[in-house]
T-cell receptor, first 111, second 115 residues
């Protein structure tokens, strides 16, 4: 059964800093991994999708990496802004087509 | 940009009542999902649906739950006899024609409150 762990659980950093969010998963037999952000009381917004054959995926100031064999993914956010404040969720998609979520990292960017 | 829409945004019901949560997935998507998030907890998989049948379901998705695609656009989740512990945010999601290569798109959710 897939288990997803995200570290840290919460993070506060000053605006402008670069930061890394970590995700680990127990079952490496995945199709892909998706990163989402969730604002309080809202739905989930897809940020990046990395296929199992890929190592990295970039979108603007976001870069996600995947090391499938070791069950790890990182989300790198460059030049953080207050609007980046949200909860970030990592979600690998397993071979049963289920996407399993971690508890997320709650990010707060200080102006 | 196409989006998944869910109605209502908030539903209050009494314990024991039936509720139907509605979703309109993105129009050319073929794979549909329901997830739920109890307040303060993580997002949990309930069920996946493809080609008019359930493809996977979790332990949470017991006989009290059912899903249906009654026409070409709607996707519904029915809870037959609601319990207090069913109070949660319910998210509908859909993905494209090759599910395992396509990103999952979520709606904004329906907050279900059972009193």
């Amino acid at each position: 059964k897939q288990e997803v762990t995200q570290i840290p659980a919460a993070l506060s950093v000053p605006e402008g800093e670069n930061l890394v969010l970590n995700c680990s998963f127990t079952d490496s037999a995945i199709y892909n991994l998706q990163w989402f952000r969730q604002d309080p009381g809202k739905g989930l917004t897809s940020l990046l999708l990395i296929q199992s054959s890929q190592r990295e995926q970039t979108s603007g100031r976001l870069n996600a990496s995947l090391d499938k064999s070791s069950g790890r993914s990182t989300l790198y956010i460059a030049a953080s802004q207050p609007g980046d404040s949200a909860t970030y969720l990592c979600a690998p998609r397993d071979r049963d087509d289920k996407i399993i979520f971690g508890k997320g990292t709650r990010l707060h960017i200080l102006p | 940009e196409p989006e998944v829409t869910q109605t209502p945004s908030h539903q209050v019901t009494q314990m024991g009542q039936e509720v139907i949560l509605r979703c309109v997935p993105i129009s050319n998507h073929l794979y549909f999902y329901w997830y739920r998030q109890i307040l303060g907890q993580k997002v949990e998989f309930l069920v996946s649906f493809y080609n008019n049948e359930i493809s996977e379901k979790s332990e949470i998705f017991d006989d009290q739950f059912s899903v249906e695609r009654p026409d070409g656009s709607n996707f519904t989740l029915k809870i037959r006899s609601t319990k207090l512990e069913d109070s949660a945010m319910y998210f509908c999601a859909s993905s494209g024609w090759v599910s395992y290569n396509s990103p999952l798109h979520f709606g904004n959710g329906t907050r279900l409150t059972v009193t």
